[in-house]
């Protein structure tokens, strides 16, 4: 009598988490909040100075990828059955470097440490729900404040000088997996940065072989939503 007791109450329990499934696919939930988790490497798209006699010390330069990571909160608002508007503030960390060669053949490597606080606005089309499965795209823009920003400093002839502000194009993909009461979403985007973070510097050895340098970054982050 017991076991059967039991085998009815967790059929009734599977039965109520179906439901609460369903309550998400249903797009009965129409606002709800998470958190974002993830990590990210990024580098510089460089456009390179004309040669000139201030720049000749330096023979070769390329940007390197550096490591970093962040921390989000999410805010969906989910207007139609296929597709969310989600607001996504986040700190983020990043390093990014170049490495330069001298004309005595000496490698100098140079690490740029960024700490963003990023606003990011975007849109998500979702597919049909398999099961308590679904698979999606986003794409948005997004607007960072580099609270590390050296722009300003006076004092060191060996930096780069990067700007405080950049805004950016973003798009990815991603998985949403269905939980009694979240939502796991892994996803992975790209971004390219369109504005031109280098302040030009002629006294600066590394800054004066630059012209332009834009941020480029690919994160990979783990959504819980519910």
């Given at each position: 009598m017991k076991k059967i007791q039991i085998t009815i109450l967790l059929l009734v329990a599977v039965f109520s988490l179906k439901a609460q499934f369903n309550e998400f696919e249903l797009g009965k939930k129409d606002v709800y909040f998470g958190i974002a988790m993830g990590v990210n490497v990024g580098d510089f798209k460089v456009i390179h100075a004309k040669?000139?006699?201030?720049?000749?010390?330096?023979?070769?330069?390329?940007?390197?990828?550096g490591p970093g990571f962040n921390l989000g909160i999410i805010c969906n608002y989910q207007f139609h059955k296929y597709f969310d508007l989600r607001f996504i503030p986040t700190l983020s960390f990043s390093d990014k470097g170049i490495t330069y060669e001298d004309l005595n053949h000496t490698i100098i490597k140079k690490t740029i440490s960024s700490i963003y606080l990023d606003f990011p606005l975007q849109l998500r089309f979702k597919s049909d729900p398999i099961k308590d499965f679904r698979v999606y795209v986003i794409a948005g823009v997004r607007y960072d404040f580099d609270l590390a920003s050296n722009v300003k400093a006076r004092k060191a002839d060996d930096i780069i000088k990067i700007g405080k502000n950049d805004a950016a194009a973003e798009y990815g993909l991603g998985f949403m997996i269905y939980f009694p009461y979240f939502i796991l979403s892994p996803e992975i985007k790209v971004s390219h940065g369109f504005i031109n973070l280098h302040t030009?510097?002629?006294?600066?050895?590394?800054?004066?072989?630059?012209?332009?340098m834009y941020s480029r970054t690919f994160t990979l982050t783990l959504n819980l939503e519910g």
């Open positions: 040669q000139q006699a201030t720049n000749d010390s330096i023979r070769y330069f390329k940007p390197s990828f030009p510097t002629p006294g600066l050895i590394y800054s004066r072989t630059i012209e332009r």
